[in-house]
C-alpha cells in the first residue's frame, strides 16, 4: 500500500425528488495520505456528509454518484462489488456517525456491537475484542470502562454513546476513519480528551482520517488540511495554517467570523415575583443510581436559564424531572407557585401543556414517515381540539412563526429538510402545545454556526413576542453568552454555582466554572497542545484513568 490512500476525482452525486435527479455535489476531488487528516466544513447542506459516505463508497437512499471515481488503496469503490466493500467497511474503513443514537441498535447492548466488526473480520476474537473495547472505553474517557459496554444504548448520555462509537469505529485499528461530527454531543471538558485520544489513535496507527464539522476551533486541532464546501462545490483548500491566518474567498471569511449575535441584558427578576417553574431541593436515582442531589433553581416568565455542565452531571435529568418523565424521589417542581405531580401521567392536560420539549437530535425526534403537516398538527388537534381547515390554519400559523413557508413544507417528510430546517419544526411542535415554558436542549449542537446563529435569533424573538420561559440544556458556553439570563452549572448530579450570566463569566469562578470556561477551544492549532501541556497531561489515556 503506497502513501497515497484515497483519491476522489470529479466526484459528482445527485439526489432523487419527484422522479428527477438533482445535483448534490459538482465535482469534488480530494486526495488523502496514510496519518494525514482533511477537515471538511461548510455550512448545512453543503455536502459534507455526502462526500464522507461517498469515501466509503456508499450513498443514501434516493442519492447516487453519477460521475467520478473514488479509489482507496487501488479499488475503485464506484464500481467495486458489494462483496470486495463489504471486506473494507467495518475493516480497514471506519465510519463515526454524527447521531449515536439514531445508529446504534437498541436491541443490543453497546459492547455486543462493538465486538461485531472485529469478530466478523477476523481481526480479534470475541473476548480480545471485549477487553480491546474496555481499552478504549478507558482513553476516551467513559466512566466505569469495565462495565459500560454491558449497558444498552439507551441507558447512558449521548455523549457517552458518542464515545463508544467512536471506540467501535477504532476497534479493528482501520486505515481510514470517517468522523462525521464526532463531538457535538459531548461537553467541552470531555470534548479535549476525546480529541486528543482520537488525534493520539490516529497518530499511533498512522491513520488516515476526513473529519467533518462545523466547529471551526475543533477542525483547528484536528486537520493537516482544510477543505471549504459551499452547495456542493469545493471553495478552496489549504493546510490548517495558512487556511485559518489566510483564506483567499469571502464565504471562508464568513465562516471564520465570530458569532455575532447576544441578547441585550434583561431587568432584574422584581422581588417577590412567582417563578414559572421552581425547582426545590430534588433528588432522583436511575434504580439504586443517585443521579440528582438536592437540586434547586427557578426560571422566571419570560428569562432563559442556561444549565451547564459535563456529560453525566443531571442536565438532562433535571429536565425528566421537570416534564414528569422521572418522577423525583424527593423535592418537588412547582409551576406557577402550584407543585406539579412528579409523574406527568398524573398531571391534567393543560399542565402538560405548559411545559413543552425540543431535542437535540431533530432526526430522532420527528417521525420519518409523517409530513410536517401531520407532525405539527398532532400535538395543535391534542391539545386544542382543532380539526379540519381550523387546524390545517393553526399548522400555517406556526409555520410561519418559525420561518418557513407552508405550502412548501406542509407535505414534506422530514428526510427531504436540512438539519436547520428539522430543527425548526421541532420548535413549531412544541409551540402548538401553547406552553409558556419549553426546555430546548441541546437544540443548537448538531448545526453549524449560521444556522445555529438562526436557530438562536428565532428563539430570542418567539420569546419576546409570545413571553415564553426557557431552560437551556447546552454545552456550548457560546450559546450561553448569546442567549443565556441566568446560568446554573452542574457537576455530579449538584449545582455547583448559579447566577446571572454576567457575573458567571467573570472571575472569581468555582474551580468547575473554570474548568468549563477554560476548555473552550479556540481557532489556534496549537492552543490543545498548549492546554494539554498546561493541566500536565502527556498521555490521555492515564489522564481519563485518574480522573475517574
Known amino acids: 500500500m503506497t502513501d497515497q490512500l484515497l483519491k476522489i ?79 473494507l467497511l467495518g475493516k480497514r474503513i471506519a465510519y463515526v456517525a454524527q447521531s449515536a443514537a439514531a445508529s446504534f441498535n437498541p436491541a443490543h447492548r453497546i459492547i455486543d456491537q462493538h465486538t461485531e466488526a472485529p469478530t466478523q473480520h477476523h481481526v480479534m476474537s470475541r473476548a480480545e475484542s471485549t477487553a480491546d473495547g474496555i481499552e478504549l472505553y478507558r482513553k476516551l474517557r467513559l466512566p466505569d470502562p469495565e462495565n459500560i459496554g454491558f449497558r444498552y444504548p439507551h441507558q447512558v448520555s449521548g455523549g457517552q454513546l458518542q464515545r463508544a462509537m467512536t471506540a467501535m469505529a477504532m476497534s479493528c485499528r482501520p486505515d481510514l476513519i470517517i468522523f462525521d461530527e464526532p463531538t457535538t454531543a459531548l461537553d467541552v471538558t470531555t470534548q479535549i480528551e476525546v480529541l486528543a485520544a482520537i488525534r493520539e489513535i490516529v497518530e499511533e496507527y498512522d491513520t488516515a482520517a476526513i473529519y467533518i464539522t462545523h466547529d471551526l476551533a475543533v477542525v483547528a486541532q484536528m486537520a493537516d488540511t482544510i477543505k471549504v464546501l459551499l452547495r456542493g462545490d469545493e471553495v478552496e483548500e489549504a493546510d490548517t495554517r495558512t487556511m485559518l491566518s489566510a483564506p483567499t474567498q469571502d464565504y471562508t471569511k464568513s465562516l471564520w467570523a465570530v458569532r455575532s449575535f447576544e441578547r441585550p ?118 391539545y386544542t381540539g382543532l380539526t379540519g381547515s381550523d387546524r390545517r390554519r393553526r399548522v400555517d400559523e406556526l409555520l410561519n412563526q418559525i420561518e418557513l413557508e407552508p405550502s412548501e413544507y406542509f407535505n414534506r417528510l422530514p428526510s427531504e429538510l436540512s438539519g436547520g430546517q428539522k430543527q425548526r419544526i421541532g420548535i413549531a411542535r412544541a409551540l402548538a402545545a401553547e406552553p409558556k415554558f419549553i426546555i430546548c436542549d441541546e437544540v443548537t449542537s448538531a448545526l453549524d454556526q449560521l444556522v445555529a446563529e438562526g436557530i438562536l435569533r428565532l428563539l430570542a424573538d418567539l420569546q419576546d413576542k409570545l413571553g415564553l420561559s426557557y431552560m437551556f440544556i447546552t454545552h456550548d458556553l457560546a450559546t450561553v453568552r448569546a442567549i443565556a439570563d441566568e446560568v446554573v452549572v452542574m457537576k455530579e448530579g449538584r449545582v455547583v454555582e448559579q447566577g446571572e450570566k454576567t ?44 480522573k475517574m
Open 265 to 382: 441584558r434583561k431587568p432584574a427578576v422584581v422581588s417577590g415575583a412567582v417563578p414559572v417553574v421552581s425547582v426545590r431541593k430534588i433528588q432522583a436515582s436511575y434504580g439504586k443510581i443517585k443521579v440528582l442531589h438536592d437540586v434547586s433553581f427557578d426560571i422566571h416568565a419570560g428569562r432563559t436559564v442556561a444549565v451547564v455542565g459535563e456529560s453525566g452531571s443531571g442536565k438532562s435529568t433535571v429536565a425528566r424531572c421537570i416534564t414528569g418523565l422521572l418522577p423525583p424521589s424527593v423535592g418537588e417542581i412547582a409551576f406557577d407557585g402550584d407543585v406539579l405531580p412528579g409523574d406527568y401521567r398524573k398531571r391534567p392536560k393543560d399542565q402538560l401543556r405548559q411545559a413543552q420539549m425540543i431535542y437535540q437530535m431533530a432526526d430522532t425526534a420527528l417521525n420519518p414517515r409523517k409530513t410536517i403537516g401531520q407532525i405539527i398538527g398532532r400535538p395543535v388537534q391534542f
Open 503 to 546: 457575573a458567571m463569566f467573570l472571575p472569581p469562578h468555582h474551580a468547575y466554572t473554570d474548568l468549563l470556561l477554560s476548555s473552550v477551544p479556540e481557532m489556534d492549532p496549537d492552543w490543545l497542545d498548549n492546554l494539554l501541556t498546561e493541566r500536565g497531561i502527556d498521555n490521555i489515556g492515564d489522564a481519563a484513568v485518574d
Open 9 to 87: 476525482r470529479g466526484l459528482k452525486i445527485e439526489g432523487r425528488s419527484d422522479e428527477t435527479w438533482n445535483p448534490i455535489i459538482n465535482g469534488v476531488d480530494l486526495d488523502l495520505k496514510k496519518g494525514e487528516v482533511l477537515g471538511l466544513i461548510g455550512e448545512s447542506g453543503a455536502g459534507k456528509s455526502t462526500i464522507g459516505l461517498a469515501a466509503m463508497g456508499f450513498t443514501r437512499d434516493g442519492v447516487r454518484i453519477s460521475e467520478g471515481s473514488v479509489v482507496f488503496d487501488g479499488v475503485d469503490l464506484v464500481t467495486a462489488s458489494a462483496k470486495v466493500k463489504r471486506g
